[in-house]
């Protein structure tokens, strides 16, 4: 089955600090995506990326920068941390080839900000 | 931008019961349609996927889709405690690359 696995797993971070979480992926899958989770508002998308060097934006990239430097790695990173960021953040891949839409989802990342 | 709405929010089903999940979407392109389930702690992971008019069946879950009506409904049946979960409706309009949109969620509780 696919595996995507992200880290670190919880997250506490202070308003203001840079933060990094990152996202490996064993699937060879062209397209990766990170999303945010928060009560009433499902899953929203933040980046995404077609292959290794290219970030596109999500819906709500504001504050948010992304790396892809390679096929199985992705990287979401807030310069400038700030406590409306605290979230559960997910990684996901997918093939998006023909009718497979399906993404593979990592475990999350559980992200406070103080 | 398309919208995609899940009702009821929360559901509550006894052990061996029927649930029936619904979902609109606004977009009259939309093409493919997935229903995700997130158990507690743990990322979504796809259940089933429907791409055609009608109903789609894989095991207790059957899905249904009127693409005319804008509407993708889940129903779960002889319910299981480990059906409980949240549970995404999600869609998208065109093959490959940005991918899909997702529902706010039904969370789904399965009581003994």
């Known amino acids: 089955e696919a595996a995507v696995t992200q880290s670190p797993r919880n997250k506490v971070a202070v308003t203001g600090g840079k933060v990094t979480l990152s996202c490996n992926q064993t699937?060879?899958?062209?397209?990766m995506y990170w999303y945010r989770q928060d009560t009433g508002h499902g899953l929203r998308l933040i980046h995404y990326?077609?292959?290794?060097?290219?970030?596109e934006k999500g819906d709500i990239p504001d504050g948010y920068k992304a790396s892809r430097p390679s096929q199985e790695n992705f990287s979401l990173i807030l310069e400038l941390a700030t406590p409306s960021q605290t979230s559960v953040y997910f990684c996901?891949?997918?093939?998006?080839?023909?009718?497979?839409?399906?993404?593979?989802f990592g475990p999350g990342t559980r992200l406070t900000v103080l | 931008q398309q919208k995609v709405q899940q009702s009821p929010e929360s559901l509550i089903v006894p052990e061996g019961g029927m649930a029936s999940l619904n979902c609109t979407f606004s977009?009259?392109?939309?093409?493919y349609f997935w229903w995700y389930r997130q158990h507690s702690g743990e990322g979504p992971k796809a259940l089933m996927?429907?791409?055609?008019?009608g109903d789609k069946k894989e095991g207790r879950f059957t899905a249904h889709l009127n693409k005319a009506s804008l509407y993708v409904s889940l129903h779960i049946k002889d319910s299981q405690p480990s059906d409980s979960a949240l549970y995404f409706c999600?869609?998208?309009?065109?093959?490959?690359?940005?991918?899909?949109?997702f529902g706010t969620g039904t969370t789904v509780s399965v009581s003994p």
């Open positions: 699937n060879n899958h062209n397209n």
């Open positions: 999600a869609v998208s309009i065109s093959q490959g690359g940005r991918a899909l949109i």
């Open positions: 990326s077609y292959g290794a060097g290219s970030t």
């Open positions: 996901a891949s997918g093939a998006g080839l023909g009718d497979s839409y399906e993404q593979y």
């Open positions: 996927s429907i791409f055609s008019n």
């Open positions: 977009d009259r392109n939309s093409q």
